[in-house]
């Protein structure tokens, strides 16, 4: 069966600090990843997706990179985090119809 | 053209009620309409799922009805229990693979 896995489960960074969140699947090839990042009672905002190694697609533009380093490997990074991006950060996947979330980091940037 | 439009943003029943939960759509290329429900510091769970070839589809405490004409879907939760108070999306897509388009959420409470 296929797994999600999603690290950490919570994060709290100094504002100008680095970020790393990392997504991993398991139980599948080739899948299509995605980031999305949820502020407090709000929706879900796409940040990154990927359909494939080095492929990365990017839905706003922000103080965030992604990268696909692996099959199933989706990290989410920044050089310098912001206030404004404290949230919960979901990684997503798909292979055919429909996602499967992992179970969120909660960032908050201090 | 790509939005899927959710309301209420959020919605209070008293517990065996039916909470309704609508979404409009503008893309007719859509041909996938599923529904996740998310618990607080939980990422969505797919709750159930509708193809435009049909009208309805249940699962349990939970129907979708589909109009394709009037191009809405809508979450229907029967005899609605305190646990089901959680957050609920319904999304679209067009074709296997591709990218969900999600509402806005509607905050559910069900009360005793």
């Known amino acids: 069966s296929q797994t999600i896995h999603q690290w950490p489960a919570t994060l709290v960074q100094p504002v100008g600090s680095p970020l790393s969140l990392e997504c991993t699947v398991e139980g599948t090839s080739n899948p299509n990843l995605y980031w999305y990042r949820q502020a407090a009672g709000r929706g879900l905002q796409l940040l990154f997706y990927s359909v494939g190694i080095g492929q990365i697609s990017s839905e706003v533009p922000q103080n965030l990179s992604a990268s696909r380093p692996q099959d199933r490997q989706f990290i989410l990074s920044s050089k310098k985090l912001l206030l404004s991006d404290s949230g919960f950060y979901l990684c997503?996947?798909?292979?055919?119809?429909?996602?499967?979330f992992g179970s969120g980091t909660r960032l908050t940037v201090v | 053209q790509q939005q899927v439009k959710q309301s209420p943003q959020s919605l209070i029943v008293q517990k065996g009620g039916i909470p309704i939960i609508n979404c409009a759509y503008e893309?007719?290329?859509?041909?996938?309409f599923p529904w996740y429900q998310q618990f607080p510091g939980k990422g969505p769970a797919l709750l159930i799922a509708i193809r435009p070839d049909v009208s309805e589809k249940k699962e349990g405490r939970f129907t979708i009805s589909f109009n394709k004409s009037a191009k809405q879907f809508s979450l229907h939760i029967m005899d609605s229990q305190p646990g089901d108070s959680a957050t609920y999306f319904c999304a679209a897509s067009t074709g296997g693979g591709n990218k969900l388009t999600f509402g806005t959420g509607t905050q559910l409470k069900v009360e005793l």
């Open positions: 893309n007719t290329a859509f041909d996938y």
């Open positions: 997503a996947w798909s292979r055919h119809y429909g996602y499967t």
